[in-house]
């Protein structure tokens, strides 16, 4: 069993930053699949970025590619999203998500076994 923790949504203006952390638990990550999606209201869950844990290769939606960063932390086994220049369309709840047994950057969120409970992250115009 994986247990995920997000931390550090609120309500930024459009152009401020926040950081959002990932803490992982219940097992060893020497390897595994994981990633950021979000989801707004109305809309369907997207995929944001997401992460190889061994070797730390990133791959990000268009939407948010060059103002996000994702990341990790092994010794903490804690993942992060460093999101700059925030839009109000990037408004959503963001989660992450795990997946043991998969390798290398999936996207797609139907392919990860674990969820964190979310994170509200608010842009104001």
């Known amino acids: 069993q994986v247990q995920l923790v997000e931390s550090g949504g609120g309500l930024v203006q459009a152009g401020g930053s926040l950081r959002l952390s990932c803490a992982a638990s219940?097992?060893?990550?020497?390897?595994?699949?994981m990633g950021w999606f979000r989801q707004a209201p109305g809309k369907e869950r997207e995929f944001v970025a997401a992460?190889?844990?061994?070797?730390?290769?990133?791959y990000y939606a268009d939407s948010v590619k060059g103002r996000f960063t994702i990341s990790r932390d092994n010794a903490k086994n804690t993942m992060y999203l460093q999101m700059n220049s925030l839009k109000p369309e990037d408004t959503a709840v963001y989660s992450c998500?795990?997946?043991?047994?998969?390798?290398?950057?999936?996207?797609?969120?139907?392919?990860?076994?674990?969820w964190g409970q979310g994170t509200q992250v608010t842009v104001s115009s």
């Open positions: 998500a795990a997946s043991p047994r998969l390798r290398g950057l999936v996207t797609d969120s139907n392919y990860y076994d674990y």
């Open positions: 219940g097992r060893t990550f020497s390897s595994t699949a």
């Open positions: 992460i190889t844990w061994s070797r730390g290769i990133t």
